[in-house]
T-cell receptor, first 111, second 115 residues
């Protein structure tokens, strides 16, 4: 059974700092991996999707990497801003099947 | 495209009442997923459909929960009777067919409170 772990559970950083969020999964036979952002009381916003054949994806200040063989992904946020404060969720997909989610990392960027 | 549409956005009901949550997937998508999010357990799958057919309902907590997808543009999740432990946010997601990315698109969720 696929299990997804996100470390740390919570993170507080000063504005402007670069930071890395970690995600690990137990079964490396994944089809894709998605990173989501969730603001308090809101829904999920898809940030990046990495296919299993890809090593990384970039969108603006965000960069997600995938090392399928070791069962790891990282989300790198450059020059963090208070508006980046949210919970970041990692989810793995095995194809056209349900996603398996981690519990998330709650990020606070302090001005 | 309007994205995945869910209704209602908020529902407050008393224990024992029937609750029906609704979802309209993105047009052209052929897979639909119902997830539940709680503080304790995070996001978990309840049931998913492919081409309107239920594929995996192993996440449905018990017989009080039922889901239907009568056509490609509409799905319901029903709880009868509701209990306080059903309080959670219920998300619907859809994904497109074919050998694509299988990226899932989420609706805004329905926040259910059972008192």
């Amino acid at each position: 059974k696929q299990e997804v772990t996100q470390i740390p559970a919570a993170l507080s950083v000063p504005e402007g700092e670069n930071l890395v969020l970690n995600c690990s999964f137990t079964d490396s036979a994944i089809y894709n991996l998605q990173w989501f952002r969730q603001d308090p009381g809101k829904g999920l916003t898809s940030l990046l999707l990495i296919q299993s054949s890809q090593r990384e994806q970039t969108s603006g200040r965000l960069n997600a990497s995938l090392d399928k063989s070791s069962g790891r992904s990282t989300l790198y946020i450059a020059a963090s801003q208070p508006g980046d404060s949210a919970t970041y969720l990692c989810a793995v997909g095995m194809g056209n099947t349900p996603l398996v989610f981690g519990k998330g990392t709650r990020l606070s960027v302090i001005a | 495209d309007a994205g995945v549409i869910q209704s209602p956005r908020h529902e407050v009901t008393e224990m024992g009442q029937e609750v029906t949550l609704r979802c309209k997937p993105i047009s052209g998508h052929n897979s639909l997923f119902w997830y539940r999010q709680t503080m304790m357990r995070g996001l978990e799958l309840l049931i998913y459909f492919n081409n309107n057919v239920p594929i995996d309902d192993s996440g449905m907590p018990e017989d009080r929960f039922s889901a239907k997808m009568p056509n490609a543009s509409f799905s319901t999740l029903k709880i009868q009777p509701s209990e306080p432990r059903d309080s959670a946010v219920y998300f619907c997601a859809s994904s497109p067919p074919g050998q694509g990315s299988y990226e899932q698109y989420f609706g805004p969720g329905t926040r259910l409170t059972v008192t």
